[in-house]
């Protein structure tokens, strides 16, 4: 199977031929991948070098000219290092384009922390209008980017992953989508957690939801099933913890309930390890996940 990095390449070089709006913005990440795609519009896929704040201002630019821009690099090089860029380029200017980040929040260990981006959902969380994408499958990744391509001039960040569920999920409109239905308690699992999430829940009486696009957050499908179940909510996310806990909070505004937020911890992790090591030590495993939300539902 090939990998959702490796699926946006193959995807935004076919509709780089079909799109004459479509226009891709890089910083020497993933070049190589598209060396074909550039030799065939030299017009359209721009490579700034390591520049990352021109690399932004450069996709805000093309927006302003009516192009539809694709900016591509690591996560903590797309939303951290150039958010100002971000918020005054895009948002300030009213302006549109498709930010696609690699590495997550730390698929590539041996790259330290500079190369880590746990908190990016939550920065982008900071400004209005973006739509957040977090597929858990590369073809959900596919589907979700083509419905990014094609979104008007709307603002939209497709976060990619190393992390993979087993099988796609399909991908229907912007909702969570029910995978299992249960009355103690509900539990959203964002993109690639899924797998793990219905492992630990495996035999527990919890409804889970799906979420690969988790921005607009589905607060309709969390007040309706947790209005089958218990009003108690677990929100899985591979990314900082608690991102997510505030809308889900908004969403049961007037009905009791709890919510736990699981998700990437604040602490730095200096180690490189692996991605699995990593993830367990968040507490992300099946089996740690297992212990938290049995321990959530089941309060001392």
């Known amino acids: 199977m090939d990998t959702m990095r490796e699926r946006f390449i193959t995807v935004t070089s076919d509709l780089l031929d079909e799109d004459p709006r479509l226009t891709l913005v890089l910083a020497e990440i993933t070049m190589d991948g598209f060396r074909p795609a550039q030799g065939r519009h030299p017009d359209r896929v721009v490579n700034v070098g390591i520049r990352e704040q021109l690399l932004v201002g450069v996709g805000g630019g093309l927006a302003l000219t009516g192009l539809r821009p694709v900016v591509h690099t690591f996560a903590s090089f797309l939303v951290e290092r150039p958010f100002e860029q971000v918020k005054l380029d895009f948002g300030h200017q009213g302006t549109g384009g498709v930010l696609v980040s690699a590495s ?24 209005d209008g973006w739509t957040v994408h977090v597929p858990g499958h590369p073809d959900e990744a596919e589907a979700l980017l083509r419905h990014a391509y094609a979104a008007g001039d709307d603002k939209v960040y497709v976060r990619l992953s190393q992390q993979s569920n087993a099988a796609p999920r399909p991908v229907e409109g912007l909702r969570f ?38 921005r607009p957050f589905d607060g309709a499908a969390v007040r309706e099933a947790a209005g089958r179940a218990a009003a108690d909510v677990v929100l899985v996310e591979p990314y900082l913890a608690g991102t997510s806990t505030a809308a889900a909070n908004d969403a049961l505004a007037h009905t009791p309930h709890r919510v736990l937020g699981l998700g990437v911890g604040r602490a730095e992790l200096r180690r490189y390890g692996t991605i ?15 212990e938290r939300i049995t321990g959530f539902r089941a309060p001392k």
Not at 112 to 124: E, I, S
Not at 181 to 191: D, I, K, L, M, S
Not at 276 to 290: F, K
Request: negative net charge; aromatic residues 6%; glycine residues 10%.
């Open 104 to 127: 997550a929040s730390y698929d590539w260990p041996a790259g330290g922390y500079t190369h880590m981006a746990p908190g990016d959902v939550a920065l982008l969380d900071t400004l």
């Open 177 to 214: 989508q029910t995978v299992r239905e249960g009355r103690a308690g509900v539990v959203v699992a964002v993109g690639p957690l899924l797998d793990n999430v219905l492992a630990a829940t495996e035999g527990l009486d919890l409804t889970v939801l799906y979420a690969p696009t988790v």
């Open 276 to 290: 699995d090591e990593h993830t367990a030590a968040h507490g992300l495993d099946p089996r740690s996940l297992r």
